[in-house]
C-alpha cells in the first residue's frame, strides 16, 4: 500500500499533522522533496515538534523514517534537529532513520548564495526561506552536487569538492563571499561520522518493503500551487511537490500510488510572495491571521491570508490526483458572522472558474461569496453529528465546488482534534 499525503494549495496546510495522525499503522513514513525549509508542525503526547527536514512519522515509535533520493539535506541543520528531538526525548537510531545516498547536501555556500540573491532582487524577490534551497537544486541539475552517499567516501570527496567549489567561485565572483575548500571540508568532517550510520541505498531498502506488502507514506513539503512545473513559476519552490513525483523522489520509481490524501485548508494562507488572488487586507486579514495563528513554522513570517480559494484548490486537486480530502483548521473560521470564499476570479472583466496559467493569473481579481458563518467553538467536535448544521454545510459546499469527497475534518492542533466523516 503506496499513500501520499499531500498539499492542495499554497503549503501550511497542516500536512504534519495530518502525517502524523494518519501514519498509525504504517509500516514506513518517507520525505520525497525538499529540505528545511519545510515547516511541519506536530502536537500529540510526546509533546510539540518543528520538523524542518525529518519525516513527521518520526514520533511513531513503530515506523522506519526515510529521507529519500528527491530531498536536499543541510548537515548542520539535521544535527540540530536530531540533536533537539533527542532533547525532547525521541531516540532516533539508524533502524528507525534512513537518508538516501542520493539525496544532495545543502552547503553554507548554498545558503550565502540564496541570501546573496533575495537581496540582489530587493522589491522582486521570490520570498525565499534563505535556506538555499533553490542554488542546491540549481546545481543538482548542473551537475556540480555533491550526495549524502560521497561522505561515505573519505578518500574521493575532497578532489569532488574542489572541483564544485571552483566552479562555485566563478559564479559568485562580483560577490565578497566566496567558499573556501577547507572550510567547506571542515563543516562536512563535522558533520559526515555522525551521519554517516543512518545513509544507505534506501532504494533497496523501500523496493523489498513495497514488494512485501508493507504500508509506505510518501509526506510532501509544500503544496501543488508550489510545484516548481505546475505552480505558480516563478514563485514556485525548486522540487516537485506533487504526489505523482513521490515514488521517484523517494527512491521507487517504478512503483505506483494506490491512494494520495489532499490536505486542504478551510481557508487561504500563502508564505513569501507572487500572485495570491484570495488575499484579504487590513482588519479582516489581522482577524484572519490572529485567529489562525498564520505565522511561518521554519521562519516566523505572518502569513498571508485570504478566504477559501475555489478556482485554485479544484487545480491544486487535480494536479495532486486526489481521492480524498483532510480538511483542516476549520476551528478557525468560528469566528465570522459569513465566512468569505473565493468562488471565481474575474479576469479581464469575465468570471472565470479554472485556474489561470502563466501571466493571465497576474490579472485575476477575486470575486468573494459568503456563506453562513457557524459561530460556535467547534474544537471539541469529535464527530460531524456533533457539528453545528452551518459547519456541516460549509463542509459539503467545499467538497461539491472541488469535487473532491472529504474524509477528515481537523478542529484543532493537536493529534486528536479531528472527526472522520461519512463520505
Ligand atoms: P504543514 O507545513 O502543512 O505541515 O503545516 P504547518 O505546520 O506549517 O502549519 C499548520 C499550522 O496549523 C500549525 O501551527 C499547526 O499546529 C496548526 N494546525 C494544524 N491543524 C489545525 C487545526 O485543525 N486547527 C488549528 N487551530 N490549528 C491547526
Ligand atoms: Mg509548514
Not at 546573496?116 to 532582487?121: D, I, N, V, W
Not at 566563478?170 to 567558499?179: C, E, Q, W
Not at 491571521?289 to 487535480?318: K, M, N
Request: proline share 4%; with cysteine.
Amino acid at each position: 500500500m503506496l499513500t501520499a499525503v499531500v498539499g492542495i494549495n499554497w503549503g501550511d496546510e497542516g500536512k504534519g499533522r495530518m502525517v502524523d495522525l494518519l501514519s498509525e499503522g504504517y509500516d514506513i513514513i518517507c520525505r520525497y522533496q525538499g529540505g528545511n525549509n519545510a515547516g511541519h508542525t506536530v502536537i500529540n503526547d510526546k509533546g510539540k515538534f518543528i520538523l524542518n527536514l525529518l519525516p513527521s512519522g518520526i514520533l511513531r515509535d513503530s515506523a522506519v523514517n526515510v529521507m529519500g533520493a528527491g530531498m536536499v539535506i543541510d548537515l548542520e541543520h539535521l544535527m540540530g534537529e536530531l540533536e533537539g528531538l533527542a532533547a525532547q526525548g525521541v531516540e532516533i537510531t539508524p533502524e528507525n532513520l534512513k537518508i538516501s545516498d542520493k539525496a544532495f547536501i545543502c552547503m553554507p555556500y548554498h545558503r550565502a548564495q540564496d541570501i546573496l540573491e533575495e537581496e540582489r532582487l530587493g522589491d522582486k524577490k521570490y520570498g525565499s526561506t534563505r535556506r538555499g534551497i533553490a542554488p542546491v537544486y540549481g546545481d543538482k541539475y548542473m551537475k556540480k552536487g555533491l550526495r549524502m552517499g560521497d561522505l561515505l567516501h573519505r578518500d574521493t570527496i575532497e578532489e569532488k569538492l574542489r572541483e564544485i567549489v571552483e566552479w562555485k567561485n566563478i559564479t559568485l565572483k562580483g560577490y565578497d563571499s566566496v567558499a573556501e575548500i577547507s572550510d567547506v571540508m571542515a563543516w562536512i568532517e563535522q558533520y559526515s561520522d555522525k551521519l554517516a550510520p543512518y545513509i544507505t541505498n534506501v532504494t533497496e531498502f523501500l523496493l523489498t518493503s513495497a514488494n512485501d506488502g508493507k504500508k509506505i507514506m510518501f509526506e510532501a513539503q509544500l503544496g501543488a500551487l508550489r510545484d516548481i512545473d505546475f505552480g505558480i513559476y516563478p514563485y514556485t519552490t525548486s522540487s516537485q511537490t506533487l504526489a505523482a513525483y513521490a515514488p521517484i523522489g523517494a527512491g521507487i520509481p517504478g512503483k505506483k500510488l494506490d491512494y494520495v490524501m489532499g490536505v486542504i485548508k478551510a481557508y487561504s494562507s500563502c508564505v513569501g510572495e507572487g500572485p495570491f488572488t484570495a488575499e484579504l487586507f487590513g482588519e479582516e486579514a489581522e482577524a484572519l491571521r490572529a485567529a489562525g495563528r498564520e505565522y511561518g513554522a521554519a521562519t516566523g513570517r505572518p502569513r498571508r491570508v485570504g478566504g477559501f480559494d475555489i478556482p485554485a484548490s479544484r487545480y491544486g486537486i487535480q494536479m495532486q490526483g486526489a481521492n480524498e480530502l483532510a480538511l483542516t483548521k476549520l476551528d478557525v473560521l468560528s469566528y465570522f458572522n459569513e465566512i468569505p470564499v473565493c468562488a471565481a476570479y474575474e479576469v479581464d472583466g469575465k468570471r472565470v472558474c479554472d485556474f489561470p496559467s502563466g501571466d493571465e493569473l497576474l490579472k485575476a481579481k477575486p470575486v468573494y461569496e459568503y456563506l453562513p458563518g457557524f459561530k460556535a467553538d467547534i474544537s471539541k467536535c469529535r464527530s460531524m453529528e456533533e457539528l453545528p448544521p452551518a459547519a456541516l454545510d460549509y463542509i459539503r459546499y467545499i467538497e461539491k465546488v472541488v469535487d473532491c469527497p472529504i474524509k477528515y475534518v481537523s478542529v484543532g492542533a493537536e493529534r486528536n482534534d479531528y472527526l472522520v466523516m461519512n463520505l
